[in-house]
């Protein structure tokens, strides 16, 4: 496709259950990232994969979330026993390669996360 | 990580008249920065880069300013119109790795 997709674009979930959020990168970009954005604030990072190294997952809040990247291309978010903390928009970026130093990410429209 | 944070949190602008938003960074190391746009229910959109090595660079109507001296960015918008209402963010990288840190945000409200 021309862009990130991000699927589904919103999902409203009970307390208690898992949700599963999928991202789909630009062809060809290596780097791919997940961040967190509350209501009113700025973008928190959750996770980074490049190629076929050990995600960067530094900036999981919690054993409850997961991420996976099959083949180098899709990935999915994984929020486990959600939470209404959880309640916020889920944005997925994708870049070249994290070799060159410089490299602009390109943003997902996100997925509207509501926890009842 | 340091924080990235931004002065003032909403800024209004008379349509016509330039817009500057102001970011302050912590991390000396940073050397990479970029300003996204985010308008409402759409995910960030790049604006206007800048490495570390320069102190200006200019795009169309954009122009951003890196004062490293003070850790001091800024992104000016020449003529503001409508359409450039939106959240803009401030985000930085160091330490060689593509992992960006981002403000909080400053939002913009243009009034015709």
């Known amino acids: 496709g021309a862009g990130v997709s991000q699927s589904p674009s919103n999902k409203v979930t009970e307390k208690g259950k898992d949700v599963e959020l999928r991202c789909d990168p630009i062809?060809?970009?290596?780097?791919l990232y997940w961040y967190r954005q509350s209501l009113g604030q700025g973008l928190e990072f959750l996770i980074y994969?490049?190629?076929?190294?050990?995600?960067?997952k530094s900036g999981l809040p919690s054993d409850r979330f997961s991420a996976e990247r099959t083949g180098g291309s899709v990935s999915t978010l994984t929020i486990q026993r959600t939470q209404q903390e959880d309640s916020a928009v889920y944005l997925c970026?994708?870049?070249?390669?994290?070799?060159?130093?410089?490299?602009?990410?390109?943003f997902g429209p996100g997925t509207r996360l509501t926890v009842l | 990580g340091e924080s990235v944070g931004l002065h003032l949190p909403t800024l209004s602008v008379q349509e016509g008249d330039n817009s500057i938003i102001n970011c302050a960074y912590s991390?000396?190391?940073?050397?990479?920065f970029i300003w996204y746009k985010q308008e409402s229910g759409k995910g960030p959109q790049f604006i206007i880069d800048?490495?570390?090595?320069?102190d200006k660079r200019q795009g169309q109507r954009v122009t951003v300013l890196l004062n490293k001296t003070v850790k001091h960015l800024s992104l000016q918008i020449a003529a503001t119109q409508p359409g450039d209402s939106a959240v803009y963010f401030c985000?930085?990288?160091?330490?060689?790795?593509?992992?960006?840190?981002f403000g909080s945000g400053t939002k913009l409200n243009v009034k015709p």
């Open positions: 970026a994708s870049s070249l390669d994290h070799r060159s130093s410089y490299n602009e990410q390109f």
């Open positions: 062809s060809g970009h290596t780097a």
């Open positions: 994969f490049q190629g076929n190294s050990a995600p960067d």
């Open positions: 991390n000396s190391a940073s050397d990479y």
């Open positions: 800048i490495r570390s090595n320069m």
């Open positions: 985000a930085e990288k160091y330490n060689n790795f593509n992992k960006f840190y």
